[in-house]
């Protein structure tokens, strides 16, 4: 059975850092593509970093320079390096997982998904 869950999350002042880390199990990791998305109140869901088993990397262009999702294949876990936060960047944040080995870009892309983490950034 494929479980992610996620940690990391907290509160931080603006332009602090964070790292989230995704702990995966049930799976061979290095075949899957994952990604991390956030979803802040009354806003959809949206992608905000993916890693294909490649390792290739993609980031929406308002976290680009900011952020960094890496994978540890052998340890099963995904990060997101989050540094010059800003209080837009407050969300529950997810990750996610397809067994494909190129990440698609939407929700619906990923069949598996973490409970998600708390990040608030005060002003």
């Known amino acids: 059975q494929v479980r992610l869950v996620e940690s990391g999350g907290g509160s931080v002042q603006t332009g602090g850092s964070r790292r989230l880390s995704c702990a995966t199990t049930g799976y061979t990791s290095s075949d899957y593509c994952m990604g991390w998305f956030r979803q802040a109140p009354g806003k959809p869901r949206e992608g905000v970093a993916y890693i294909d088993s490649n390792g290739g990397t993609t980031y929406t262009y308002s976290v680009k320079g900011r952020f960094t999702i890496s994978r540890d294949n052998a340890m099963n876990v995904l990060y997101l390096q989050m540094n010059s936060l800003k209080p837009d960047d407050t969300a529950l944040y997810y990750c996610?997982?397809?067994?494909?080995?190129?990440?698609?870009?939407?929700?619906?892309?990923?069949?598996?998904w973490g409970q998600g983490t708390q990040v608030t950034v005060s002003p």
């Open positions: 996610a997982a397809d067994h494909v080995p190129l990440c698609g870009d939407s929700e619906a892309d990923f069949a598996y």
